[in-house]
């Protein structure tokens, strides 16, 4: 065994002293005055804060319309609902990604119909795709795991063919590029989330966009009840008559979340370039560590690293995950896992019975995932304190050569 410093966990010095979170936000002075400002104004919600985030963000990705909804979860519902998926429609979605994904489809009353991912990527993998079709597929939900996107020609390609619709969601992936061409152009539909651990927050809030005019429409009544017009059209037109025509739901995001989430996207490519220096710095720092591989990075892609994702090398230490996990804890370091595959939960498991090994690619990473702190104020001496206590921890637990 090598010669190693006491861990954390053993009683030994922790490499911080004051814990790194995972994520954090950075809202400043100027974000709390725009919103003091729409505080004071007559429209707390349903007014001009709204287009102006919408018009910004469709602007940001090059898409035709946006559809600001109150969170990343109800943009999912919405496009889903835009689709006209329903009971006895399959949709297909990888089994890497947070629950809303699978969820959204239930909402709907349709079936998640879970594909494997790509082992070295954890993105939704075309074949495993291809291979889950039917005639009942209504749509495909290809998920930005880590804010890399997917292979959209391969994927566009699919449901082209099949006349289904595809949807990204782009939760992880604001101002990511696949060839040149930007995150928001690349489905029918892509949602984005604005909760606090994303690129940008307007605390909650989530964004739909489209080129499709009948889509961005239906959704944005599907988000006020399913009315063919809202607060502000009625005054304007000083009138009090309004219709109802489809089942909606209150998914309004307000002007107060608007106004940050405008002054928040301003400071987007900043943050962006942030986390790239940080994903490259953690690449160099991890070829030179083994134990560690982090998710490969596809070529012809601009990654927007809403995470770092690295999995363990078992050939390479003695324990597991979860040794390692606590370990990092003890040392200060926030570290996390994204995610538990979707099929593993308990509601999951009980409403459809999944069996262990349906889905191995995404088992077998998920005992071996861990994602390291990033966010675009964690300074240069906090990754080199990430390293500091990768390098310790794994090294304490590495096997025997
Ligand atoms: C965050 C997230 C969501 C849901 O967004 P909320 O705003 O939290 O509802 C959906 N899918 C993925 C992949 C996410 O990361």
């Not at 597991?320 to 896992?337: D, H, P």
């Amino acid at each position: 065994m090598k010669q190693t410093e006491r861990l954390a966990s053993d009683g030994g010095q922790p490499v911080r002293d004051i814990y790194l979170p995972g994520a954090q936000q950075d809202v400043d002075e100027d974000d709390i005055r725009a919103v003091v400002t729409v505080l004071r104004s007559k429209w707390l919600t349903t007014g001009p804060s709204i287009e102006g985030f919408e018009e910004a963000v469709a602007q940001f990705v090059g898409a035709r319309y946006a559809v600001a909804v109150s969170n990343g979860t109800a943009a999912l519902h919405a496009a889903l609902y835009s689709l006209g998926v329903g009971p006895g429609d399959e949709v297909i979605v990888p089994p890497i990604t947070f629950v809303a994904t699978a969820n959204a489809v239930l909402f709907m009353g349709g079936t998640p119909i879970f594909a494997d991912v790509a082992p070295d990527t954890l993105l939704l993998d075309p074949a495993q795709v291809e291979a889950k079709l039917t005639p009942k597929t209504k749509a495909v939900i290809a998920v930005d795991y880590a804010g890399q996107p997917c292979d959209y020609d391969a994927l566009r390609h699919i449901c082209e063919r099949h006349g289904i619709a595809l949807v990204a969601d782009a939760c992880h992936a604001l101002g990511a590029q696949y060839k040149r061409r930007r995150v928001g152009t690349l489905a029918d539909l892509t949602a984005f989330s604005f909760h606090p651990v994303k690129h940008i927050t307007t605390g909650e809030g989530g964004m739909i966009v489209t080129n499709r005019e009948d889509l961005a429409t239906c959704m944005r009544r599907f988000r006020n009840h399913g009315i063919t017009t809202d607060h502000r059209q009625r005054a304007a037109q000083r009138t009090w008559q309004y219709e109802m025509e489809m089942l909606g739901y209150n998914y309004r995001l307000t002007d107060l979340q608007c106004a940050l989430g405008i002054r928040q996207l301003q400071k987007l490519p900043q943050w962006l370039t942030r986390r790239q220096v940080i994903a490259e710095l953690y690449d160099e720092a991890f070829a030179r560590i083994s134990g560690i591989i982090p998710l490969r990075r596809l070529a012809n892609r601009l990654h927007a690293y809403h995470l770092y994702v690295v999995q363990l090398d078992d050939n390479a230490l003695q324990t597991g995950r979860a040794t390692i996990f606590s370990a990092l804890q003890a040392e200060g370091i926030g570290v996390n896992v994204h995610y538990m595959p979707v099929h593993l939960h308990p509601y999951y498991q009980q409403r459809f019975g999944y069996r262990r090994g349906e889905f191995p690619v995404a088992e077998e990473a998920y005992t071996r995932l861990l994602s390291l702190p990033l966010f675009p104020t964690m300074s240069n001496h906090d990754v080199a304190d990430v390293v500091r206590a990768v390098h310790k921890v794994v090294t304490a637990y590495a096997g025997l050569q």
